[in-house]
């Protein structure tokens, strides 16, 4: 190698090093800052704030708890910028070195002067701070949803928000849909609901509770649920309270729209039923045209019976909020509307059983194959305003219109078995099923509210005027039956006969209206004794409640009776049997309430204690009369009680950010309207029938819980809760010589107990929440058994059983996994719900309760921010096509062969609900 080349070689080397060492002194230099951001009052964590090193590309963003990383920071000396919306901007000039930093900010609040009032930007209490800041200084025992964890999970109503709070399970509707909320074991009907802190009517026929399906969740700010009721709480929840708060007038011009299409996988394998809903007449012949009116055949159109098949279309969903405040602030106004069509489906087995004489197991009466199609559009507006007169008094007036109208369709073909079930295969006819029904659900309230200080702010005044209708129409539900030209003989052989219609059409209407007028004041006073704090409160409120419901049903006769089905229900006619209706049907009936109650209760706050109690009393006047003739037993009733609740709640915090509660309350239950109506009538999959000698429930409760929050976000929470609970409602399948009817009963004293553990955890981007529930709750009655005796004859005795309460699974839980990543605007939420096997039907005979098997339900969601104000996002519900399957807890011996494909040895199979997935797309924006 000549002496040039070496020097060029080695000139290299000497470059190259100077190079590798340039950069690895420069990358050496690059550092890593990292620290928090949180709120300078309280120290809970500001997810979102932007820390920003000014004049570069450098930039971070605080995660879930607040903690924010930036790397690759070059040294030298930097502005660094700190922002967070509503909190004062932080300026602060670093010097960066050879070290990594830590650098933690506190953010001040932002405040406005206006006038001679001053507002201070609150705690935003649509945010995860603001729930677990709400929970931690409660009073009661409560859990908080808020509004951006509804906003990004992958739920659409308010139902199956509520199944995300630990202790809560879902009662589903015949689509799949949650509908109905069962809290700590305690049936529905154990609860009550709230609109701001207000009762609201049911729109329901048979029920005071309200179903949670008519709410889309997009209208709400955030939603709690009680578990432990205070004196200035109504009296009529053993189980919980659920509360929907509103959306309240923003603290600046706001707007936040969403748009979004979808659809229900279980239509990519079948067509769906439809019928022409615009032949449908809202009231019935008799109640248009005047009692004294005689029904003629052209007042039943058919459309309504002519079925088709059809593809789904998309459902789609719309949303839009407008808030703003005017009058330099005085004044602040929201408007939101939502809209939310869906098709969804299901499809089904239903075993209709029978209980054997010999041995008082169960075996197959009937097999129904059952498909179901139903269209929904759920809407909601709502409009409140508020106006701060001054610094110690406002007014707030809220309004809201909610409603949801399904149309259901369902077609099934069901085949007796009863004749042959000792030989083999049933002899009975296979017979093809139709029905139509239409259910438009409303509900409307106005309530005025005032907020008042007066006496230098000792005494706090608050008062509402509350106006409320819900109202269900449910016109011309129309059952059409073909017996169909196939039958099985004894031999199981197929013998092929014409298509015959069935000569009965029934024609069948209901309507009811539910209207409160109600009043509330309440008064606290607050001092200070022997310096310790104390608070006197008072209040009373009294309400107003008219019922009525309307039911006519016209019985349509085949003319003639045989007719062999052509395939369309217009060529076939039809002669009116009863042209007058049902008039004198006990389903016709008027039915007032008047509740008045008052309270008074104290809070002693010491340092680290709160003692908070009182008594409550409330007055009950329910009356009904029904059309029925006077001869039925219960036409006329009346129930007057008086209820004395007392209550106490304790609350210690021995460590920081860390409680211990104790509850006592009591508290009742009252009947349903519908269910003191001494009633008859055919269902879904039973004769139905009232009970006019039912009584209320009552409950004690008592509650312990643990809470620790370790961050503003985070929480640690663990409960136990014990209930007595007298004269417990339950429906359960009641004998009257050979038939048998589903009816509502007054059942003894139940005990409920339970277990709660709730957990939420946050690091950086990650979080997990989840709940663990364990109930056990008892009660004891008696059932009919069925059996053989010594001498060979069918006979059968009274034997004790003791069951859970109807509805209460044994162990339900939930789990969240959470991802949220600021920098790139992402969320993604991935949610499973088990619920452990539960009673859903309560049975006369020995063990032949009708369970509702285990499961587990999964659902994702997914959020992408695009640009500024506009995000994609993305739900799926029911991953796993989770089904709902019924058993009798007992084999069938009977007729096992009727379903080879099923394993009887130990449980009898009842009904098997299959709804397959749902998903919906599309873009949300917020200014």
Known sequence: MSDMLKRFVFSGFILLFVFVFTCTSAMARQQVIRGSVVDAANNDPLTGATVVIDGTNHYGIAGLDGSYVIRNVPAGDHRMVVSFVSYDQLVRIISVSEQDLRLDFRLISSMAYLDEIVVTSARDLRTEEGARSTEKNADMIINVVDARTIDISPDFTVANVVQRISGVSLERSSSGDGQHAIVRGMDKRYNYTLVNGIKIPSPEVKNRYVPLDIFPSDLLDRLIVTKSLTPDMEGDAIGGVIDMRMRNAPGRFTVNANIGAGYSQIFTDRDRLSFNSDAVSVKSPHAS???????????????????????????????????????????????????????????????????????????????????FSTDQTRAGLHLKMDYQIDSRHSIDWYNAVIQLDEKFSRAYSDTNLRIGRSQGPGTGRISQNFRSRQQLQRIYNSTLQGTHQLFDRRLLATWSAVYSLATNDDPDMVDLKLITGTRLDSNGSIIQ??????????????????????????????????????????????????????????????????????????????????????????????????????????????????VFGGVRVEDTDFSWVSDAPSTVQGRIGRRTFTDVLPSVHLRYSPIQNGNIRVSYFQSISRPNFFEVIPYANNEEDFRERGNPFLERTQAQNVDVRFEFFPSAIDQIMVAGFYKEIRNPIEAALFIDGQAIFLQPNNFGTANNLGLEVDVTKYVRNFGIRAFYTFTDSRITTGKIFRFRDTNGSLTSREESQTRPLQGQSRHISNLSLLYKNGRSGTDVQLSAVYTGHRIISVSPYFENDIWQRSFWQMDVSFEQNLTYGIRFYAKINNLLNTPLRADILRPNTANPQEVPYQDVSKSTMVREDFYRQTWLMGFKYSL
């Open 289 to 371: 045209n005047g009692s004294g009116y005689r029904a003629t055949i052209s007042d039943f159109p058919y459309g309504n019976i002519d079925f088709r098949t059809n593809n789904a279309p998309v459902n789609r969903t719309l949303g839009l909020a407008v808030g703003n405040r005017f009058m330099n602030n005085r004044m602040g106004a929201i408007i939101a509307g939502s809209y939310q069509q869906s098709f969804r489906g299901a499809n089904s087995l239903f075993y209709e059983m029978d209980v054997d004489r010999e041995n008082n197991n169960p075996f197959y009466d009937t097999v129904q194959k059952r498909e």
């Open 497 to 610: 006969e014409p298509v015959l219609l069935d000569r009965d059409l029934r024609r069948r209407w209901t309507n009811n209206s539910d209207q409160d007028l109600a009043g509330y004041l309440n008064l606290r006073y607050y001092t200070e004794i022997l310096n310790i704090p104390w608070e006197f409160s008072t209040g009373t409120m009294y309400r107003h409640k008219n019922r009525s419901n309307q039911f006519n049903e016209y019985l349509l006769r085949a003319s003639p009776i045989t007719q062999v089905w052509s395939g369309d229900i217009n060529n076939h006619s039809w002669n009116l049997f009863n042209p007058g209706g049902t008039p004198t049907d006990p389903l016709n009936y008027e039915s007032e309430e008047d509740v008045f109650a008052y309270y008074g209760m104290l809070k002693l706050s010491f340092q680290n204690l709160q």
